[in-house]
């Protein structure tokens, strides 16, 4: 069953890919290799190489933890951030995602419970939170919903008890 978040984060997905399939560099010139260091057996930071002899102005930073397990990825356009970043745990479940535009949050973010249902997703428009901010309790029913509009709340804020019934 396809939930809301799901399409959600296909929708981020597709919007990104979407935003770089129309920028003016070519995406033949765009290959890019993956160099990873290893020093005294812990992961450095790898990121993303220019293959072609034009600059680019994408690339794709990804951390690793001293296990091997990825910590982060996180997409820069023109040095800055730009596109879907992720964090995941040490052990593999994923923290948080957010999306980013020219270095500023634009987008939703997103942070989840170990139990990878949804701790908290808001949205921001150029580092302002811009429409709803929801948190939920770790069972997934939601715990508090309040609107902004260009980092001014809009409402008051509404509050659940973990049963789902309102907090007056």
Same mark, same amino acid.
């Given at each position: ?19 770089? /399939?129309? !920028? &003016?560099?070519?995406? *033949?010139?765009? +290959? +890019?290799?993956?160099?990873? %260091?290893?020093? &005294? =057996?812990?992961? &450095?930071?790898?990121?993303?190489? *220019?293959? %072609?002899?034009?600059? %680019? ?11 091997? #397990?990825? @910590?982060?990825? +996180? $997409?820069?356009?023109? =040095?800055? /951030?730009?596109? !879907?970043?992720?964090?995941? %745990?040490? =052990? =593999?479940?994923?923290?948080? $995602?957010? @999306? ?20 908290? $997703?808001? #949205? ?8 709803? @901010?929801?948190?939920?309790? $770790? ?17 008051? !804020? ?7 019934? !309102?907090?007056?």
């Amino acid at each position: 069953m396809v939930t809301d978040h799901i399409l959600r984060i296909i929708l981020l997905k597709m919007k990104y890919l979407y935003k770089y /399939l129309s !920028i &003016a560099y070519s995406l *033949k010139l765009i +290959a +890019a290799l993956f160099t990873i %260091s290893i020093i &005294a =057996g812990n992961c &450095a930071l790898m990121k993303s190489h *220019k293959v %072609s002899e034009s600059p %680019s102005p994408v690339h794709t930073e990804v951390s690793y933890y001293p296990n091997g #397990q990825q @910590e982060y990825t +996180a $997409e820069y356009l023109n =040095g800055k /951030l730009d596109g !879907i970043s992720q964090h995941w %745990s040490e =052990g =593999g479940s994923l923290i948080s $995602e957010s @999306e980013y535009s020219n270095g500023k949050l634009h987008g939703i973010w997103i942070k989840y419970y170990t139990n990878k249902k949804i701790m908290y $997703e808001v #949205q921001y428009f150029h580092d302002q939170k811009h429409g709803n @901010e929801k948190w939920y309790y $770790e069972n997934g029913t939601i715990k508090s919903e309040q609107s902004f509009h260009y980092g001014v709340p809009s409402r008051d !804020i509404l509050r659940w008890q973990p049963d789902g019934s !309102i907090v007056y």
